[in-house]
């Protein structure tokens, strides 16, 4: 009895499995026995940003790590308060990466291989990423975090809250480019599009964002007397969809 309530069980999900894979199965037998058409259809767009990204960091090298890493955390909070002093809400501020790492001083030969290293201190670091959503701020605060300690500028970049609603369009016309190349192709042969078997969103819905590196190593005692000058430009979007039809005559 309780073999064949085995065998049973077995049979079972065998069966699930057969009926779970016969979709699948089908819809290749389909595209396989009846002329078919695959067209990828493409849209672009530009936006104009709203948003500025700062990413901006403190580095503090000390001749002890614990030294380091304290004076760091103090300056990286000046740093913090500075930005929410600034109406920044505190969503918008992320913490990147945080590290303590030793310094060494080397000494080479004339090949360039190392003759001596020598410990010369720790150095922490905290990266900070800021969203600023108006960008007619971003200069000014990229000028107060130098009076606060920031003496790294890594790079800005511009983002947009109207990205969605403008992707959503894309995708309706990368469709509607998809259709018209089908018809396209498919006129001269006296063809005509039936049944679509397969909608594919490509994994190249993807988006150009203007992106500057900034000068790095910049110390509270040099900064620029007025607010950095920030041009945003604007965002490229681009959505891909491959759509396959069958054909008729």
């Known amino acids: 009895m309780l073999a064949a309530s085995r065998r049973l069980a077995a049979g079972l999900v065998l069966l699930a499995f057969a009926f779970s894979i016969l979709p699948a199965r089908a819809e290749t037998a389909l595209k396989d026995s009846v002329p078919t058409i695959t067209v990828t259809g493409s849209a672009k767009t530009e936006i104009v940003p709203d948003i500025a990204v700062l990413s901006v960091a403190v580095v503090t090298e000390r001749p002890r790590a614990a030294a380091a890493a304290e004076d760091n955390a103090r300056a990286a909070q000046a740093m913090i308060d500075e930005i929410k002093?600034?109406?920044i809400d505190a969503k918008d501020i992320s913490t990147v990466s945080i590290t303590l790492s030793p310094v060494y001083d080397e000494?080479?030969?004339?090949?360039?291989?190392?003759?001596?290293?020598?410990?010369?201190?720790y150095q922490a670091s905290n990266l900070l990423a800021i969203r600023v959503r108006a960008l007619d701020r971003a200069g000014a605060l990229?000028?107060?975090l130098l009076d606060k300690g920031a003496n790294e500028f890594q790079d800005i970049s511009f983002d947009s809250d109207e990205k969605d609603t403008a992707y959503a369009k894309l995708r309706g016309e990368a469709m509607q480019d998809a259709l018209t190349q089908a018809k396209a192709y498919i006129a001269p042969v006296g063809l005509r599009l039936a049944h679509v078997l397969e909608i594919t969103p490509l994994d190249t819905e993807r988006e150009k964002i203007a992106r500057y590196a900034l000068?790095?190593?910049?110390?509270?005692?040099?900064?620029?007397p007025t607010d950095i000058p920030i041009e945003p430009g604007t965002i490229t979007l681009e959505a891909q969809?491959?759509?396959?039809?069958?054909?008729t005559p």
Do not use: P
Not at 107 to 121: C, E, I, S
Not at 215 to 224: F, L, M, P, Q, T
């Open 85 to 87: 002093a600034e109406d």
């Open 107 to 121: 000494t080479h030969d004339v090949n360039g291989a190392v003759l001596k290293r020598t410990l010369r201190g």
């Open 142 to 144: 990229a000028r107060k």
């Open 215 to 224: 000068d790095g190593g910049v110390g509270s005692g040099a900064a620029a």
């Open 241 to 247: 969809v491959q759509v396959v039809w069958e054909l």
